[in-house]
């Protein structure tokens, strides 16, 4: 499976995904920062799949993606459309 997460730049993407997804709390998990500067540039997969915890398929590995987020300052239309 594949469990990607999109938004708007700057809300919150990839520490959902550090804190939630991964329960990773300290320096482990994708980068974030207190700055306006977004930290993820493209899309970034997680170096591990993980396990499903859906008990209708408790064996499957799941692909974790963080993506740039949307409508950046330095960014156009046309870079959305191809994130």
């Not at 482990?28 to 170096?47: E, M, Y």
């Amino acid at each position: 499976g594949v469990v990607s997460i999109v938004g708007k730049y700057r809300t919150g993407k990839s520490f959902f995904i550090n804190r939630v997804l991964l329960d990773e709390k300290k320096k482990s998990g994708f980068n974030v920062g207190p700055t306006i500067n977004p930290c993820t540039k493209g899309l970034w997969l997680w170096n591990k799949t993980l396990e499903s915890s859906n008990p209708d398929h408790p064996n499957m590995k799941v692909l974790l993606i963080d993506t740039e987020g949307f409508a950046g300052i330095d960014e156009n239309a046309n870079h959305d459309t191809r994130i």
